[in-house]
């Protein structure tokens, strides 16, 4: 059985969860959270980068200057390129057909491996929270100070409605992200290294590691 310590607001430790050790012995896939996090990537985009080519371009249609008799190279047309304010070339266009599909079963995987490994490797904890306990930016800084996580990157899980002064002592604290459990995807668990999981939310966690049948 893999242990997580658990720790109340000042940084104390009060006891341990454990994990069953079978939710935790996957396979790594690799490839499967590189796909998964590059669609997450590809899917925030909105593909609306815009550029206007010379044809596009609102300004006179008169000739820069006579073809011949001035030594000058030859010019068509005040929208080439070479003019201030002229076409762009090879700029970008609207793509808007830029979604890319992520099955069900492909983001759970990934993102119980994510988690799995976190727990695995020992960069998780379980902290007791009474919510109303939780009054200043201060208190916040001391307890991840006590639990030496002050200066890493924590992805802190909870269950919504739980966190609500928690999250807002936490605004000011580089490094940290708190959210919802059941709203957590590959990228915020990939941009951490550390998981601290409010104790509301340990049952999601098993949860999300258990793999059936259904849940693959």
Not at 37 to 62: C, D, F, H, Y
Not at 84 to 102: A, S, T, Y
Not at 170 to 184: G, S
Not at 192 to 210: G, H, M, R
Request: glycine share 8%; aromatic share 6%.
């Amino acid at each position: 059985m893999a242990t997580l310590k658990k720790y109340d607001i000042d940084g104390k430790e009060i006891g341990e969860e454990s994990i069953d050790d079978k939710n935790l012995k996957l396979v790594k896939n690799s490839q499967l959270i590189k796909d998964y996090l590059v669609a997450l990537r590809n899917n925030a985009r909105q593909w609306s980068a815009n550029t206007k080519g010379r044809k596009e371009i609102n300004r006179t249609g008169a000739k820069p200057h006579r073809q011949k008799g001035l030594g000058r190279a030859r010019q068509g047309s005040f929208g080439a390129p070479q003019y201030k304010g002229g076409g762009i070339v090879f700029g970008p266009k609207p793509k808007f057909d830029q979604h890319v599909k992520v099955n069900k079963k492909e983001r759970k995987a990934a993102i119980r491996s994510l988690i799995a490994e976190r727990i695995a490797v020992g960069n998780a904890c379980i902290l007791k929270l009474s919510d109303d306990k939780v009054e200043k930016t201060k208190q916040v800084s001391k307890f991840l100070d006590a639990i030496k996580l002050i200066d890493k990157r924590v992805l802190v899980l909870g269950k919504s409605g739980t966190f609500n002064n928690l999250k807002r002592c936490m605004r000011n604290i580089p490094k940290k992200a708190l959210i919802d459990v059941l709203a957590v995807n590959g990228y915020n668990l990939a941009l951490s290294t550390n998981l601290i999981i409010i104790d509301s939310a340990f049952d999601d966690i098993n949860t999300i590691l258990i793999k059936s049948e259904k849940n693959q």
